[in-house]
Nanobody
Framework: QVQLIEAGGGKVQAGGSLRLACAGTGRPFSVYAMGWFRQAPGKEREFVAAIARCGISTNYADSVKGRFTISRDSAKDTMYLQMNSLKPEDTAAYYC????????????????WGQGTQVVVSS
């Protein structure tokens, strides 16, 4: 089992940047493929980005391609999401996710969730 804790959310103006971090404790971080999801008020939780255990293969939602970058540092048991050129539609609670099998690109592929961190982008 792994516990996931997100940090780095906040308020930013459109066009700005934020960096989210997800720290893991418990089972070694390296056994999990990791990802980020987000959920805006009144909407379903949606996939944002994912990264394989090796840290080389990545996946992105079309809405964030070219603006967001996912990375991981297994030595520090930490995953990151660098978010640039933020838009008001990026406003949501962002959740860290871990999967034992496959890569977490869908809600039902996630084994563990963090508690979420809020990102607000103003126009």
């Amino acid at each position: 089992q792994v516990q996931l804790i997100e940090a780095g959310g906040g308020k930013v103006q459109a066009g700005g940047s934020l960096r989210l971090a997800c720290a893991g404790t418990g089972r070694p971080f390296s056994v999990y493929a990791m990802g980020w999801f987000r959920q805006a008020p009144g909407k379903e939780r949606e996939f944002v980005a994912a990264i394989a255990r090796c840290g080389i293969s990545t996946n992105y939602a079309d809405s964030v391609k070219g603006r967001f970058t996912i990375s991981r540092d297994s030595a520090k048991d930490t995953m990151y999401l660098q978010m640039n050129s933020l838009k008001p539609e990026d406003t949501a609670a962002y959740y860290c996710a871990a999967a034992l099998k496959g890569i977490p690109t869908a809600v039902d592929s996630v084994d563990y969730w963090g508690q979420g961190t809020q990102v607000v982008v103003s126009s």
